[in-house]
């Protein structure tokens, strides 16, 4: 199974300022020009809500502060400015070599 | 709107088997497959098995082999979930969530249940 793992585990924020999480396969994640790579927050007491699918594409409905970046195995998670909602529990998840699909420890946010 | 709304938390014996339902709404239901995921406390998320809602075909986490079991009634809507011979490592949350499948397999969820936590103990 594909290996994720995600850096830092936890992460203070500071409202306004930007904030990076980052995600790493233990195998590239590309086919056909693609990276099956998705990023899922999970806000307290919430269910799972999509963020980002395929690295870099905003799901309906995600304010255009957040953003998808990376390739190969490396993968990255933006603010571009931090909000009081977005504290929760960041995931990324593999969606290449299923089944499984295999989620990352997961990355508290919360304000400082 | 897309709905998917899980029936109530329970409490289970070790050894026993749980069947938690997951009722969709708000779309067509043949138009995109089911996953379970379930969260055991302070744990990350942890993928178990999803049914292709239009051909009944499943697939599991090997993890949970003989144990797991996915179903969907398509007259009503919902998708199940079975998991037998329960043991207290299986207390968790179990969430369904909706996906549409891509191209090449690709799917990604698009949609959470509210969650059914199961617990068990003796």
């Known amino acids: 199974d594909i290996v994720m793992t995600q850096s830092p585990l936890s992460l203070p924020v500071t409202p306004g300022e930007p904030a990076s999480i980052s995600c790493r396969s233990s195998?590239?994640?590309?086919?056909?020009?693609?990276?099956?790579l998705d990023w899922y927050l999970q806000k307290p007491g919430r269910s799972p809500q999509l963020l980002i699918y395929?690295?870099?594409h905003r799901a309906a409905g995600v304010p255009d502060r957040i953003s998808g970046s990376g390739s190969g195995t490396d993968f990255t998670l933006k603010i571009s400015r931090v909000e009081a909602e977005d504290v929760g529990v960041y995931y990324c998840?593999?969606?290449?070599?299923?089944?499984?699909?295999?989620f990352g420890q997961g990355t508290k946010v919360e304000i400082k | 709107q897309v709905q998917l709304l899980q029936s109530g938390a329970e409490v289970k014996k070790p050894g026993a088997s749980v069947k938690v339902s997951c009722k969709a709404s708000g779309y067509i239901f043949t138009d995109f497959s089911m996953h379970w995921v379930r969260q055991a406390p302070g744990q990350r998320l942890e993928w178990l098995g999803w049914i292709n809602t239009a051909n009944d075909f499943t697939r599991y986490s090997q993890n949970f082999q003989g144990r797991l079991t996915i179903t969907r009634d398509t007259s009503a809507t919902t998708v199940y979930l079975e998991l037998s011979s329960l043991r207290s490592e299986d207390t968790a949350m179990f969430y369904c969530a909706r996906a549409t499948i891509g191209d090449n397999g690709y799917q990604h969820l698009d949609n959470w249940g509210q969650g059914t936590l199961v617990t068990v103990s003796s």
């Open positions: 195998q590239s994640l590309q086919r056909n020009g693609y990276y099956y």
């Open positions: 998840v593999q969606a290449l070599q299923t089944p499984p699909w295999t």
């Open positions: 395929l690295a870099s």
